[in-house]
């Protein structure tokens, strides 16, 4: 090779080694900056690292430090919590989900008594253990091993009850557990001997209480029966007294001993009615009852009294009103015969008018029923006006201090009332009269039909002849309901000075000043006037003696039922219409031949009641024998065979109860069933109801009246014996 060649190709060389050389440099530039562009990143980065882990350091340093406060706190928590229940006189003590004693404060452990064993990890079953091995619990004749089974399963149920144990010393303490939702168990052991003590200290209290009042009834009772058993021979001897022949002064103490006598009863009743609603006795019994019957039987009753005083005693009951309701009557008898009596009692002149009206409900199966008693009298204070339906209340004054009474009447009244559901006002202002009302709300035992209350065709107006402004209006109102016109004058002169004029029908008063109802219609048939005439008196009887009734086509009682108003202008409606032939009433039947005498079997043991029962039964077609205890009853029954039996209750060697049960026996065999009635001096709350469900049928309380006897025998009459009672006391 030339060294030319040589040359050239070590040129070459040697350009190809720089070449390479400049391309190395160039890529070991590059590896370079990219070396530090990686420096510089991984050196940001560890700033970056060392910055965070300054942070989590600082973090640290913060969480520590508020764990430390946290425990502190919960630290102090839990000292102030423990200390707490430490302080606390009642045990407190945590059990784990294994029964294992948790903690415990003193006063739980205190009653252990310092047993060391019973401390925190000690098994509730070992608790049970010691305290029946110890003595620390008294369980009375229960054997151990039952106790603790009973409280074992008492403690392992999800929710225990409450258990009150009693401890060796006589101190009840009561245990409360509970569970909680992981198995943990709170109990509470309250010390509760005070409550205890205390409750058996109102027990005893409660039992003396009950004890004085089972004996405050029982003398009520026993006093009640040995007042009323003298009171029916003082009443029945007075009544029977009265019936004979006596001078004016003797009829005066005749009459002053049966009112007294029937005074005195009256207070009795009132004290033991207070006496039985203040020991929650008396009970309401609902029936079917008439009301506007009751207030007029009421209102008849106290006419007598009315009249010696010169009041008139009205009833104003709304024409559309049912007349029967449901609900105890004999307790609104009550009511109102207290109500209308003290409005009788405190008033001198003027009027008392009995008002009863009513609200039915949407259905028309109840009524809100108002009652009002209006009177003319004295009056009461407005600051009285509460004050009178207290107990022993009257309102003092020197007017009403001549007014007797116990002051029960209007307070019973009120608690009756209430026990109804109702409520009793007064509205008065002294000197001006009262208003007595209370208003209950009553099923409707039957409805009025309105279209049913028509009056004869033709009979469009009427003329009322009336002197008292309030009797005037109650017939307004009750003959305006009815569809008729109505015309009133004041005296029988202005009644012929309006006549004839447009008059269908005169209703008017009997007894009138000048001019009578009687004297009146007896005019009018002489002056050529020919309507009918309604008379309305106090006294029907009287009323149909004398002469001028012919001239009267219906003579009413005063206060008039609406019954009676509506029959008597339904006999009118031949005024209006075509006459027609009188009905013939057909005679009565034949008394059967050979009818005997009623057989009465009367058993009593107290020889002035026999006495008493004889006289009052004297005038009836009866035949009597007396028995004078029990077994003689008895017997009787037997060999006398009677048709009704009354029956003494308290009697010696056998009472009336028993001789009844004697005598249902003697019957079971024969079928036969005598009427027995019982009569006694028992009249407490629930007297009645034992006496009848010893096979009694009927209960008259003493004393004894001659009609309450005189009705038991005609109810009792059998088939084919002569009527007991004369005809003119059977019509009445």
Known sequence: MSLANKLAEERRARLAAERLLEQKQAELHAANRKLGKHALALSEEIVE????????????????????????????????????????????????????????NKAWLAVFDGLEDVKPGVSYIEILQLVTEEGIIDIGDMPPAAW??????????????????????????????????????????LNITDTVRYEKKLNDARRAAEAASKAKSSFLANMSHEIRTPMNGIVGMAELLIDTSLNEEQRLFADTIKSSGEALLVIIND?????KIEAGKLELHEEPFDLERC?????????????????????????????????????????LTNLIGNAVKFTEEGHVIVRATGVPSDDMRQTELHITIEDTGIGIPPDKAQHIFGEFNQVDDERNRKFEGTGLGLAISERLIRMMGGHIWVESEEGNGAVFGFSVTLPTAESVDPSS?????????????????????????QLGALGIRTQSVQSGAEALATLPGEVDLVVTDHIMPQMDGMELAEAMREA???????????????????????????????????????????????????????????????????????????????????LVFSKMVKALDIELEFATNGIEAVALYESFDPDLVFMDISMPEMDGKEATRRI???????????????????????????????????????????????GQVAAAQPAGTRPPLPEDQAAS
Request: proline letters at 7%; charged letters at 30%.
């Open 528 to 610: 050529g006037h020919q309507m009918p005439v309604i008379l309305l008196s106090p006294s029907p009887t009287t009323a149909e003696q004398d002469p001028a009734r012919r001239h009267v086509q219906a003579v009413l009682g005063r206060p008039t039922p609406r019954a009676d108003l509506f029959a008597a202008l339904d006999r009118l409606k031949d005024r209006f219409t075509a006459p027609r032939a009188p009905a013939v009433e057909p005679p009565p039947p034949p008394e059967p031949a050979g009818a005997r005498a009623m057989r009465v079997l009367a058993a009593d043991d107290n020889k002035t009641n026999r």
């Open 295 to 335: 207030i007029h039987e009421l209102v008849t009753l106290m006419q007598v009294n009315t009249r010696d005083k010169g009041l008139d005693l009205l009833v104003d009951y709304d024409i559309f009103l049912p007349g029967r309701f449901i609900g105890d009557p004999g307790r609104l008898r009550q009511v």
């Open 271 to 275: 004290v033991l009615d207070y006496s």
């Open 49 to 104: 690292t060392r910055a965070e882990v300054q942070t989590v350091r600082d973090e640290n340093e913060r969480v520590k430090s508020d764990l430390t406060v946290a425990n502190e706190k919960i630290q102090i928590a839990e000292r102030r919590l423990w200390h707490s229940i430490e302080t606390i006189q009642d045990g407190f003590a945590f059990f784990d989900i294994d029964s294992r004693m948790i903690a415990a």
């Open 453 to 477: 209350l028509h009056v004869p065709e033709g009979l469009k107006t009427a003329l009322i002849v009336e002197d008292q402004p309030a009797n005037r209006t109650i017939l307004e109102r």
């Open 148 to 189: 603790r089974e009973k409280m074992l399963d008492r403690w392992q149920s999800p929710s225990p009850e409450a258990e009150v144990i009693r401890l060796w010393n006589g101190e009840y303490i009561k245990l409360i557990d509970q569970r909680g939702h992981g198995g943990d168990v709170v109990s509470l052991a």
């Open 664 to 710: 249902r026996e003697i019957e079971a065999r024969s079928g036969r069933h005598v009427p027995v009635v019982a009569m006694t001096a028992h009249a407490m709350g629930g007297d009645k109801e034992d006496i009848l469900s010893a096979g009694l049928d009927h209960y008259l309380t003493k004393p004894l009246s001659k009609s309450a006897i005189s």
